[in-house]
């Protein structure tokens, strides 16, 4: 038996060495990335192409951003957020949730009014529109719950510029996130809804009937950054490849917004 332990004994240190080498099985494990509901088809894309570049796996946990954001706030094991607006990410840096200069402006978005398919006509929004009788009798607007995720806070600022939030808000479906107002609205459970210009882009059952001019709420950016607690490696990779040319061409393709500090410069 001594003589079999004194032959296995390289090997193992061998394999051991390997394990805590920043190349080995222990690099390998898969980075976790919360992100928004809204980027989840623009992000697996750019996710796929980050595991072929780098051979890192990237597990995407994606929802609410206010319930992600607290759930980063509690513990949750997050290597990266992806925030659908500042507020939560400021939320999150305010504790110290984040690792510092690592947060970065990633993409933007625009606010849409949506319908079914072939269910109206496009319309211009504005403060003169009768949204009751667009409703019609019994009619619902889906937005996300406007106490906290971004997409119906967004949405609320802009009835409240003009002068529709008090008739609506008893007309108003409050979804967990702004996916499940898009689903409403494809499903054709309500006439209409207001998500993002991305959401509207990823459904086909759903149309654009209107844009909202981008004055009547805050600007939409989506920030992300490294989690004070990661001790993944590729961790600040990940935000770096948001930026990059390949993940802009992606985000746009899919309906989202440029920043104005994109160029034709961003690294590939």
């Known amino acids: 038996m001594r003589s079999l332990i ?16 920043p190349g080995g099985a222990g690099a390998q494990e898969p980075l976790r990335v919360f992100a928004a509901a809204s980027l989840k088809n623009a992000l697996d894309a750019v996710a796929a192409g980050f595991t072929q570049a780098s051979g890192t796996q990237v597990a995407l946990s994606y929802g609410a951003t206010s319930t992600l954001a607290r759930q980063i ?26 690792k510092a200069a690592s ?44 106490r906290a995720v971004p997409a119906g806070k967004y949405a609320r600022a802009a009835l409240e510029k003009l002068g529709a939030w008090a008739a609506l808000e008893p007309r108003l479906v409050r979804t967990e996130n702004v996916r499940v ?9 309500v006439p209409f809804g207001i998500v993002y210009a991305s959401d509207q882009h990823a459904e086909q059952r759903t149309l654009t009937v209107a844009t909202f001019d981008a004055g009547l709420h805050p600007r939409i950016v989506y920030p992300a950054a490294v989690i004070a607690t990661s001790r993944h490696a590729k961790s600040g990779d990940f935000v770096e490849t948001l930026q990059s040319g390949k993940a802009r061409d992606i985000f746009l393709s899919l309906g989202f917004q440029p920043l104005p500090s994109w160029n034709k410069a961003a690294p590939e």
């Open 73 to 98: 706030e509690n513990g949750a094991p997050a290597d990266v957020f992806v925030s659908a607006d500042e507020d939560w990410m400021d939320y999150l840096e305010q504790r110290q949730a984040l």
């Open 6 to 21: 004194n032959r296995l004994a390289p090997l193992l240190a061998a394999i051991a060495s390997c394990l805590a080498m």
């Open 181 to 189: 107002a898009l689903q409403f609205v494809a499903r054709a459970e």
């Open 103 to 146: 947060r970065r402006g990633i993409v933007g978005n625009a606010l849409v009014l949506i319908a079914p398919t072939g269910a109206a006509a496009r319309l211009t929004v504005t403060p003169g529109l009768d949204w009751l009788a667009l409703l019609g009798p019994g009619g619902r607007l889906a937005i996300a719950d406007p």
